[in-house]
Each structure stands twice: as structure tokens, then as C-alpha cells.
């Protein structure tokens, strides 16, 4: 999470210091939507190449690749992992989670410790949320 800071400890964007990463070929980030209920924004964060944020907002986190985040979404100093879909409506909070999850509309994740141990998610001592791969 350090790396979104304004100054991070790590700088990527030195070019004297490549970071060789390879994703494969998957389209540029976007946002779409722009009226004043609906607006897809990214704040502060990462987002990864194949990413679709339509008409939610994500601040201070890292978004994974072919990552989707709907409608009145919001995520919140998290990190995402790849092939992640955010549904409509959902709240998202100092949580991590893992790729391929798809979170149902309305859910609400980070917010209430006990809610989120009924749902079978792990929260840590500082209160960061785990919301692990879904079973095939």
C-alpha cells in the first residue's frame, strides 16, 4: 500500500530501474460514466491494465487486473487481486482479496467485524478484512 502514497519508498516510475512484469495483452484501465450520481473515478490508487470502473469509485487502493468495479461501488485502502467484479451498490474497506471473486450487489465488506465473519471472511488484529478465492 505504500506505493500508492504520494512519495512511496519505492518509486516505480524511475525508468533507470526497470521492473520487468509481463500481464499479457489485455486492453488499457477505463472509467466510464460521468454524471453527477454515477461517475467512474480512481483516487489516489493503481489500477491494472484490463480494469472497467463504471460509474463507482476506488481510492487509496490497488486494483488488479481485469478487475470491474459497478455502479455505486466503492472500495476503499484495499487491495484487489486479478479478475475481480465488484457488484453494484457494494462498500468496500481495508480489505484484500483474492482473484476470480465476484462480490454480489449490495454487499458490504470492512465495515462490520461480525457481519463479515458470518459471510466466512478472516479479519486480522488491524482490522483488514481477507476475502478469500471461491470455491469451484
Known amino acids: 500500500m505504500d506505493l500508492i502514497n504520494v512519495s512511496p519508498q519505492l518509486i516505480l516510475y524511475i525508468y533507470k530501474w526497470p521492473i520487468l512484469t509481463n500481464q499479457g495483452n489485455l486492453t488499457p484501465s ?47 485502502d484495499s487491495i484487489l487481486f486479478g479478475n475481480v467484479t465488484v457488484g453494484r451498490n457494494v462498500k468496500i474497506r481495508k480489505t484484500i482479496i483474492d482473484k476470480n471473486v465476484v462480490i454480489p450487489d449490495g454487499s458490504t465488506i470492512g465495515y462490520h467485524r461480525e457481519a463479515d465473519r458470518i459471510h466466512g471472511y478472516t479479519a486480522t488484529g488491524s482490522g483488514i478484512v481477507i476475502v478469500p478465492r471461491q470455491e469451484k
Open 30 to 76: 477505463k472509467t466510464v460514466f460521468d454524471d453527477d450520481d454515477r461517475r467512474g473515478q480512481n483516487i489516489d490508487s493503481y489500477v491494472c491494465a484490463g480494469c472497467i470502473t463504471s460509474g463507482g469509485t476506488v481510492r487509496r487502493s490497488i486494483i488488479g487486473p481485469r478487475c470491474r468495479i459497478n455502479s455505486d461501488g466503492l472500495v476503499e
